[in-house]
């Protein structure tokens, strides 16, 4: 499902949102997807659109899905780290995306908060799924070790950014269809 972009206005994007310029588009035809199908399995409709990816576009899919919501805050960043973590194959893809870019710090961060997440026994399914926000605060280990995981994430996130910007100006291929 290669994203058609215009040569022009893919020369347009700078090095700092070639990215963002690619992940946008999929976010919203994901979003319309799940909009027109509200009946359906959600799940379904994620793996559907997921498998019509690129192995390029998979990894800047599932690490923006993860990155725009733990960057928030580190609230947030503990949340949905622990909610991603809770559907096994969405973690996997996670990480497989790092790989993907060959990004060893990030790789690195993600298994440290896999590590303290599990350390406190948190779901693993989604099943069982009950953490709330609050719950960060009431575990002072768990909440000195997210400090830290967060304040880490924030130091190395710009250079994953710029790792998977230059991928995709060496590879566009992967990411759009370009047109003169």
């Given at each position: 499902m290669l994203v058609k972009m215009n040569k022009q206005d893919f020369d347009l994007l700078t090095h700092t949102n070639l990215s963002q310029g690619c992940f946008v588009p999929l976010i919203k035809i994901y979003k319309n997807n799940v909009a027109e199908q509200?009946?359906?399995?959600?799940?379904?409709?994620?793996?559907?659109?997921?498998?019509?990816?690129?192995?390029?576009?998979?990894?800047?899919?599932?690490?923006?899905?993860?990155?725009?919501?733990?960057?928030?805050?580190?609230?947030?960043?503990?949340?949905?780290?622990?909610?991603?973590?809770?559907?096994?194959?969405?973690?996997?893809?996670?990480?497989?995306?790092?790989?993907?870019?060959?990004?060893?710090?990030?790789?690195?961060?993600?298994?440290?908060?896999?590590?303290?997440?599990?350390?406190?026994?948190?779901?693993?399914?989604?099943?069982?799924?009950?953490?709330?926000?609050?719950?960060?605060?009431?575990?002072?280990?768990l909440l000195a070790s997210f400090i830290s995981l967060y304040a880490l994430l924030d130091k190395i996130s710009s250079q994953t950014i710029s790792k998977i910007n230059k991928c995709i100006e060496h590879n566009p291929q992967e990411f759009l269809d370009l047109e003169d």
């Open positions: 509200s009946s359906s399995n959600v799940s379904q409709i994620k793996e559907q659109f997921y498998e019509q990816l690129t192995e390029g576009q998979r990894a800047l899919f599932m690490f923006y899905a993860y990155y725009n919501h733990v960057s928030k805050s580190l609230i947030e960043f503990y949340w949905w780290s622990a909610y991603f973590m809770a559907q096994p194959r969405s973690w996997s893809a996670i990480k497989s995306g790092i790989k993907y870019f060959d990004d060893k710090s990030m790789l690195s961060l993600l298994e440290r908060v896999e590590v303290a997440l599990k350390q406190h026994n948190y779901p693993d399914t989604l099943e069982n799924f009950t953490v709330k926000r609050e719950d960060l605060e009431r575990n002072k280990e």
